[in-house]
């Protein structure tokens, strides 16, 4: 049987077809959690310019999809308050949303919640760590 998009499930029980390349997907082929590969610069929320490309593969996805919802979640390093980090994360995930809304996505698909330094992937004891938990992933929903 083939598998189009390499999601792991068969094309024809795949209800969400196209799903972007190393996405987490559910048993009907449909994405639960996206990393947008979006890190940001310390104490930063704008998009770089290397980043365009990812955002617009998933707003394409998102138009593409009708089904489904993106709640927008961004993240901090542990450098700072606890109460600026909160914030900070808060506009990097309002500039994704932006960045998402100015490529024509409708806005009832998605949120922006920030989480500040309160899930991190990685140590926060390496340059190296730090820059990973200084992210933005997408969390679906139908």
């Known amino acids: 049987p083939k598998d189009s998009d390499s999601d792991g499930v068969i094309d024809s029980l795949d209800e969400c077809p196209n799903t972007m390349a190393k996405s987490k997907v559910d048993s009907v082929g449909c994405m639960t959690l996206v990393n947008l590969n979006i890190n940001f610069d310390t104490n930063k929320s704008n998009i770089k310019d290397s980043y365009n490309t990812r955002i ?6 998102l138009k593409a999809n009708p089904k489904l919802k993106a709640t927008i979640g961004a993240h901090t390093d542990s450098v700072g308050s606890d109460a600026y980090n909160q914030k900070l994360s808060e506009r990097r995930a309002a500039s994704t949303v932006e960045a998402l809304k100015a490529l024509k996505v409708d806005t009832s698909k998605i ?29 679906m929903s139908k």
């Open 56 to 61: 617009v593969e998933f707003a394409n996805m």
């Open 111 to 139: 949120k922006a919640v920030g989480y500040g330094e309160t899930r991190p992937v990685a140590t926060n004891a390496t340059a190296e760590g730090k820059a990973e938990n200084r992210r933005v992933e997408a969390v």
